[in-house]
């Protein structure tokens, strides 16, 4: 599961590449990839049409199925891996999850080109930019962090079902 703020722009966004990444991988089948957000501020809007018009840009096939939704304290319970957009969403989560334990990330802790941090204190480092109150620039560049890391994400999903 990934998950941003409101579910319209970085989290549907690492949504697609994920999914679009697996398939490539030949993990479609074996992993399930959805998106939520912190926020219920966005519910049942779709993903925003900034981000839509990046992802067509690089070939992504987008959907009109997404409507943002806020994460839920069960939910987490059932991920195997959560991936935060940000340290502010990864706190959020690791107190909704209030000690079940499920595996939070940041997201971009999977770049191999993110800065290093040396613990939670330092996790901002690894935020992925929000685009939401910038230009196409801006979705562009969040897009670009959000691939970067994506393959990564990949291999550890190899090692986690026994495939590396």
Do not use: K
Not at 37 to 57: I, Q, T, Y
Not at 62 to 73: C, E, Y
């Amino acid at each position: 599961m990934t998950v941003c703020t409101g579910n319209i722009c970085r989290s549907p966004m690492a949504e697609v590449v994920l999914r679009d990444r697996l398939h490539g991988a030949g993990l479609a089948d074996r992993v399930t990839v959805d998106s939520t957000g912190v926020s219920d501020e966005e519910h049942g809007n779709p993903v925003d049409p900034r981000a839509r018009r990046a992802l067509a840009a690089r070939g992504y096939a987008v959907g009109d199925g997404h409507r943002a939704r806020q994460v839920s304290a069960d939910e987490l319970g059932e991920r195997d891996l959560v991936l935060a957009m940000t340290s502010r969403h990864a706190d959020v989560l690791r107190r909704l999850a209030n000690g079940t334990d499920p595996q939070i990330r940041m997201y971009r802790s999977f770049d191999p080109d993110a800065p290093q941090v040396g613990g939670r204190g330092e996790e901002s480092r690894l935020d992925v930019d929000d685009p939401w109150y910038g230009d196409a620039d801006g979705f562009e560049v969040c897009l670009d962090e959000i691939e970067a890391a994506a393959d990564g994400i990949v291999a550890h999903v190899r090692v986690e079902l026994g495939l590396a």
